[in-house]
């Protein structure tokens, strides 16, 4: 994964996974505070901030850019505030408990000051993350080669790989994907 997400996944126990933010909680009906973590760096060694936040949640309601097919999902965000670099607020239309669970699924975070400075189309032919891998290269249609962190959860520990497009994607039998990064 080159893009992190704000919550991933769910523990054992159904509760929710700290990632970019360590902490959301209630503060009001319709506002959530999230506390993010603040040893995190985008790839080029920028820090991940509550602006990045922001702009991310803020932009899938640009019909202009591709995230605006979350609209559906965020719908009921009214605004958000970045109160400091390492706090996000989110304010609702109506009560919605489901927002952390939304973050999780379909919060991933871009960098606000990378896409001003190079746009959408540079963004999207080099994405830039936090997540375990960086972009290297792709071939278009064809294949993608990414370089990572060593991921202990990878056969020998490997740390870079090419990925080719496959249409229909596999199905991997159950228990047997090839690394936990793998879709």
Partial sequence: RVMTYLCTGRLPDG???PSLATAWQPTGP???????????????GTRFTAVDAKY???????????AA???????????TEALDPGTLV???KRPDVLIPARLA???YMVPWTYIDRVG????????????PFRFVSWSKGDSCL??????SACPGGRSRGSFRWLWPAPRWPRGQRPCRHAA
């Fill in 15 to 17: 509760t929710l996974r």
């Fill in 90 to 92: 989110i304010h609702t």
């Fill in 105 to 107: 699924a379909w919060g």
């Fill in 146 to 151: 990414p370089q990572g962190d060593s991921c």
């Fill in 69 to 79: 097919r979350l609209l559906q999902l965020f719908q009921t965000i009214e605004r």
């Fill in 56 to 66: 991310s949640l803020d932009r899938t309601f640009d019909p202009s850019v591709k």
């Fill in 120 to 131: 959408f189309t540079d963004f999207n032919r080099h994405p830039m993350g936090t997540g």
């Fill in 30 to 44: 319709t506002t959530w505070h999230l506390t993010l973590r603040p040893d995190v760096r985008w790839h080029d």
